[in-house]
Every structure is written in C-alpha cells, then in structure tokens.
C-alpha cells in the first residue's frame, strides 16, 4: 500500500479469491462529526498502468453501482462514520490476462472546495488464474521473466523501474531483465540500460557501465560519422528537417546539448512527415530542451501534456515539476508562471499535489520580474478581484500597464477600459480608444465585441460613435468567420430574436457549431441544447451531453448548473439512469462560484424537510443567498427581502426589505409583485406602516396574475366572484382561473360558475 498523502483516512484491502475486493475504510474522527461529513465524499477509481489509464467496468447489472457514466470503475459514496467498507464484485470489473498491473486510488474529497484532503493508494498484480492479488516485486519478476511479448515486456519493466528508482533490489532486478533482453537483440532494452546507468536517480547510477551500453546499441544501429563532439557542436543548424541528413545533423546536435535542436527534433516528430519518429526519444529531446530554459520548448511541454500526449501518472507529474524548477532556476518566466498555477491549484497534470498560496505568489511575482506578460496581467487581474494577494493599487497597475506595452491583447482590453472609465487612472479617451483598436487588431474577443457594440449603438460607454448598424453586423460577421465565438453565439442569438443578420438557419447554426468545435464552453453549451431541442438540426443527445460535459470541464457555470439538473431530476431531453446526488450536488456547488441561478438552488435546497443531512450549514446557505441577490438574481432579492422584513436569520430591516421586493417586482417576479400587492394593500410591511395605495395594489395584482402567479390568479377569480372587479372581461378572468386550478389551487364556491364555464369552453 501507497501513502500518497499526509494521511487522515487509513485503507485496508481484503481480497476474496471467489467473489469480491473488500475495501475497509478508518476515516479520522475528526472529519467525521455531522457539521464536516456532509459535505465529504469518498471516492473511489481504478486503473491500469502503464499509463494510468481508467479501468472500465464489466458490461454487467451488477456493474452500474460502480460505474461512471463513461463506463469507467470510478464511483463516489458520502462520508457517514469513522469505519465504512465497500464491497467490489469481480463481475464488476473487465476480464484481465496475467501480469495485469491493478491501481485502486481512494479519495477523501470535500465537495465544497474540491480539495483532496486525503488519499490511498494498492497496487494489485493480476494472477494466472486471471484474479488480482496484491503487488509484490517478486510477483512482478517471476511474471516478467515469462512475459513472451517483448514490447509488454519493456514497457513493464520501465513502469517498474521508474517508480522504484530509490530501491537498490527492484533496480538490479529490473536491469538483470533488461540485460536478458538487450543480449537476445533488443536494442530498446540496451537503451534503457543506457538510460538508467546514466541517471542519477537510480541507485546503480554508473557511468562506465552507460557508456558500455551506448556502445553496445551504437554497434546494433548504422554507424554515425566518427566524429569529435566538438565538430558535431560547429555543424550548422538547418533551418528545417526535410531530409535524412538534415534530420541526422539535428540528432548529433541534440545529442552533444543543443537545445534549439532538441526542440526541432520533437516539432518534427509532431509533423505528419515526423510521425515514424520515435515518440520517447523525441519526448526525452524536449523535455532537455525545456529543462535548459528553451522557452518554446517549455510551452511545448506544457501542451503536450495537456493534450495527453503522454499517459500521466503522479512520477509524470513529479518529474513534470522537476523539469520546470530546473528551468526556473534559469529564469524561465513561462516554467514560473506553470509552477504558479500548479502550487496556487494543488494540481498537476490532473494529480493531486501539495498547494501552497504563499509560494503560487512568489512564482507569479518571478516570472513577471522575468518578462512575463500573463504574469504580469495576472498580478493585475488578482488585485482587481480581490486583491487576494494584497498588492498595491500602484504595483498592480504598473504589471497591467507592462502586460499591455509589452503586446498582450487582453492587457490592453483592459487598460482601454480603465482610461475610458477614468478609473484607478486619469480619464482619457484616447488613449483608451487605441489600446482597444489595438487589442480587436490582435483579435481579442472582448475588444472586438466593444468595436462592433460602438458601431451598433453609435456610443461606447460615455463616448460617440459612428452609429452605422450595417458596418456593426459586416464587424461582427468578419469577426466570426475570424474564429472569434462571441460573434458566433451572439449571431445565434440575432437570428432568433428577429433575423436582422438575414440569415437561413443552416447558416446560423454553422457559426454556433463552428465556434463549439473551437473550444468555446459558452458556444458549446448553447449548441449543445440546439442539439438537445432537435429544432434546427437533428437531435444528438449523445453529441449534447459531450458538449455540455466539456463545456462543464471549462468551468462554464450553465454547463455545470445543467449537469446538476441532468444527475438529481435530468436536463430537458438528457435523462440519466437513476438518480446520483453526490453528482449532481458536486456540480451544483460548482456551477455556484459564480452562476446566481445555482446559488439560489442551494438556498432552496437547504430548506427542504429532507436537508437534515444536506451537505452545507444554514449559515453558508444564507451566505449563497446573499451572493445571488446581489448579482440581482430576482428570485433571490424577493427572499432577502422577506427575510428583512421577518428578521428570519438576520436582523429585522422593513424598509431595506421593501427595497428589495420593489427591485425584485422590478424584474418581474411573479411572487415579488404579488406580494408587492399586498403589502400596498394593507399599507403595512414587517409590522411597521408603509404607504397604503389601493390603486397601485390592485395594479399588481392584476399584473401578478397576468405573469401567472397562482395565489395572484385565485386571488383574482374570487375577487370577480364577489364583484369587486366589475370592469374586467369575464373572457379574461376565466383564463387567470384556469391558471390557479392548474396550479392546483381551490377556489371558494363562488368562483364555481367561472370554473363550470371553462370547462364547458374546452370541450
């Protein structure tokens, strides 16, 4: 067993050769008292290795409870007592062959902040028998040495060796493997022995013996020119790798140090032409370039890790950070910047990793000191969030305004605001103006939607424009067939408001789904329930759920809120099996860092009788509350305002309420406008006076019911019972009835006649 974190959750495995693992789990007290579990999960995934990939489940019955909906064993069950267990059957998992290498990963997660707060990890070897047994190194190369596929058997042994690279046994068992394989022939293993002399990780690290081995593979290769490595370091980098020459010219440079070659070598190997290449030497290129401080060679690590090119595991990730503190160390402001966000996240590569704020902070500060510009404009934008940093007004505009000068476009987006808006500067509209002309040149979304938004309304903010809407819409066109997505959706939106662009539906949606198949979550969402409806296009929701899953995975609030929906009760047309709370709140709690909608679903769940073991405090229930209210959030402001008036968990204000509810009625909320109504009424709110005016209640009323508010309808259809409404058309008052009867309301008798009267009309 692998302790993979400071541990407050011990795990025990018992393994049942007939029928199941057994998965014992002693959670620390601490984490387990009522006000802390109920919003900890654990969670639970396996995988195979090499390459750490996620084990699929069993197509089974007795599979679904431990499947996600990718068919992957990964599944989630709340924290309830310091000893839990959890049965896994064997029908659950996939078939597996001998030598199989099992990885079960058990996760102590808070769904609030997302953090890992504590994690195990087994290693489980599969017998011949094809059932897993626990890993042991004498397991692994009494199976090695029968392994008849060479390539299975390399690949092994290297997942092997560099996760034991400290133990001297596993080490020389492991080399005495390689060395059976390199004397048949194998020149990959004659490689790798060369490798593992050659590195000081290992506990035999030898340069003698490398060199031995590099001379045994040189004598299976074609010979290279016998020369001084001091030739190879005065041959001419070509400009490009198009032939075999220039590409041995590349490989004798990058093997005497250069980095530029280095760099070429992977780039070419990324080609179409360079696809033969071989992948881990080409990786092993870059990942010296960029250990050098090659700053292309970084930022080309850093891609292809997030494309996962390479399978990632948590050795990936640890030598993935020591790779870029090497290169920190030269002052390599994009290796500082990647460190910032992987000490400020806690997270590398999609591996839990210590976070350390203080520390994130110091990398962010370094490589802005080093020249960079995202550095730099992050160093801004931290400070104008909330200065969570507590940097100087003064300092922080100095990065934004280096950010901007040094050419990064959203930099200058935001400093042309700031000019415009005379705000922490001086006013001046022209300067703002240009750096924002700047900016949509660069083709910067946000400043390119200011430049068509000028042209369309003939004004930006408090300055004139040239107001000429043909121009605007040519703008926005160009600018979405230039990739920008804004364009895209708010083109989407121009057709099915009132078609000003004049456009057929095919065309519309061409820019919504090309602006999805770019990457934009806010266009993969909306083209994601276009594929949902089934109006425009044929309905997808295979296609729908994918978008809606990535355009979540981007943090896109909508999207997570709709994953919510789609786990706890589904999402229009998307329907999931059965229902899965754990998920849908785990979404639900995301989608209300910022979206209004979500916070206030928190809220209302948190007031429901079966909330005794919600997974939030009334108190952080309040708190969401209070944050959608005051991003305007109607139905949130009505209820703020009730709770002033009734001083229910705050203090008593009637007159902050009041305020609230008029804003909320504002809006059109339905319950805020009938309740509105009554309090103009009855002249009085949270037992002090207010203006009474019986003319304005009545107007409410009435407007209440037309929004369809059910106690505004019932009120309505009693008061025309009684004859208190003599001036309505009694056509439409038996409409807002038939409102409140559906809504299941009872009405007084005298409303009976309306309601017999209805009835008959409908049939």
């Not at 290693?123 to 190369?141: A, C, E, I, T, W």
């Not at 059976?180 to 035999?204: C, H, P, Q, W």
């Amino acid at each position: 067993m692998e302790n993979s974190s400071e541990s407050s959750m011990a795990v025990d495995v018992a393994i049942d050769d007939e029928s199941k693992l057994t998965v014992s789990l002693q959670i620390a007290s601490s984490l387990t008292s009522w006000r802390h579990r109920r919003h900890r999960v654990i969670s639970v995934q396996f995988f195979q290795n090499p390459g750490n990939l996620p084990l699929h489940a069993a197509d089974q019955p007795e599979s679904s409870t431990f499947r996600n909906d990718d068919g992957e064993l990964d599944f989630s069950l709340p924290l309830r007592q310091e000893k839990q267990s959890i049965s896994i059957p064997y029908t659950a998992m996939p078939s597996f062959t001998y030598g199989d290498l099992i990885n079960l990963r058990v996760s102590l997660e808070d769904t609030v902040t997302g953090e890992v707060l504590s994690y195990e990890s087994v290693d489980f070897l599969v017998k011949k028998n094809g059932l897993p047994d626990f890993f042991s190194h004498q397991r692994m190369r009494d199976y090695l040495k029968t392994e008849q596929q060479t390539e299975v058997r390399l690949a092994k042994i290297d997942y092997w060796l560099s996760r034991n690279a400290d133990k001297d046994q596993v080490v020389r068992m492991g080399i005495e493997l390689l060395k059976e394989l390199a004397m048949n022939g194998s020149s990959e293993a004659a490689e790798k022995l060369a490798d593992v002399y050659s590195d000081n990780r290992f506990t035999i690290h030898n340069k003698n013996e490398a060199e031995k081995w590099k001379h045994h593979l040189a004598k299976k290769m074609p010979k290279k020119p016998d020369t001084h490595v001091q030739s190879e370091k005065n041959k001419k980098l070509p400009a490009q790798i198009s032939d075999e020459a220039s590409l041995k010219t590349c490989e004798e440079l990058a093997e005497s140090g250069d980095n530029e070659a280095q760099f070429m070598i992977y780039a070419y190997s990324c080609l179409p032409e360079g696809s033969s290449y071989e992948d881990s030497r080409a990786f092993a290129y870059v990942k010296a370039a960029a250990e050098s401080g090659l700053t292309k060679a970084v930022r080309a690590l850093a891609g292809a890790y997030k494309k996962n090119l390479v399978f990632i595991s948590i050795e990936n990730a640890q030598e993935y950070i020591g790779i870029l503190k090497t290169a920190a160390k030269k002052k390599q402001a994009l290796a500082e910047y990647l460190l910032f966000h992987i000490s400020y996240e806690g997270s590398c590569l999609g591996q839990p990793v210590n976070g350390n704020r203080k520390e994130a902070y110091a990398w962010l500060l370094s490589s802005a000191e080093h020249g960079g510009i995202d550095a730099a404009y992050d160093l801004w934008h931290y400070f104008e969030q909330g200065n969570e940093f507590l940097m100087e007004q003064e300092k922080a505009l100095k990065w934004l305004i280096f950010a901007a000068d040094h050419g990064l476009a959203k930099a200058k987006t935001r400093l042309g605001d700031l000019y415009i808006d005379g705000h922490y500067l001086d006013k001046d509209d022209r300067k703002g103006l240009a750096y924002l002309k700047e900016a949509s040149e660069q083709k910067d979304w946000e400043a390119q939607m200011k430049q068509y938004e000028g042209y369309y309304e003939g004004r930006y903010k408090d300055i004139l424009w040239e107001k000429n809407r043909t121009k605007a819409l040519k703008l926005l066109k160009s600018f979405a067939q230039s990739g920008n997505p804004r364009a895209c959706v708010l083109i989407m939106d121009k057709y099915e408001r009132d078609n000003e662009m004049m456009m057929d539906h095919r065309e519309a949606v061409g820019y919504l789904r090309s602006a999805a198949k770019s990457g934009d979550a806010l266009a993969m969402y909306r083209y994601a329930n276009v594929l949902l409806d089934g109006f425009y296009v044929s309905a997808d929701l295979a296609e729908a759920k994918h978008l809606i899953e990535t355009s979540a995975a981007l943090n896109y609030p909508e999207a997570q809120f709709a994953l919510y929906h789609y786990y706890f009760s589904g999402y229009k047309s998307l329907h999931h099996d059965h229902v899965n709370k754990e998920r849908a709140y785990q979404w639900l709690l995301k989608a209300a860092r910022t979206l209004p909608s979500a916070q206030y679903e928190l809220w209302k769940l948190s007031k429901q009788d079966n909330a005794a073991d919600w997974i939030i405090t009334d108190k952080r229930a309040v708190e969401y509350l209070f944050r959608s209210a005051a991003q305007k959030y109607s139905p949130a402001l009505f209820q703020v305002g009730m709770a002033f008036g009734s001083g229910s968990g705050i203090e008593t204000n009637p007159e902050r309420g009041l305020s609230l509810i008029e804003e909320a009625a504002a809006l059109h909320h339905p319950e805020a406008v009938y309740e509105l109504a009554q309090i103009r009424l009855r002249g009085s709110f949270g037992g002090q006076e207010v203006a009474k005016d019986e003319n304005e209640g009545l107007h409410l009323l009435l407007l209440s019911a037309e929004l369809g508010y059910p106690l505004a309808c019932k009120q309505v259809g009693e008061w025309y019972a009684k004859g208190l409404l003599p001036n309505e058309s009694e056509l439409w008052v038996r409409q807002i009835v038939k409102a409140a009867i559906d809504a299941g309301l009872a009405l007084d008798e005298q409303v009976s006649p309306l309601v017999k009267q209805e009835a008959a009309s409908a049939n």
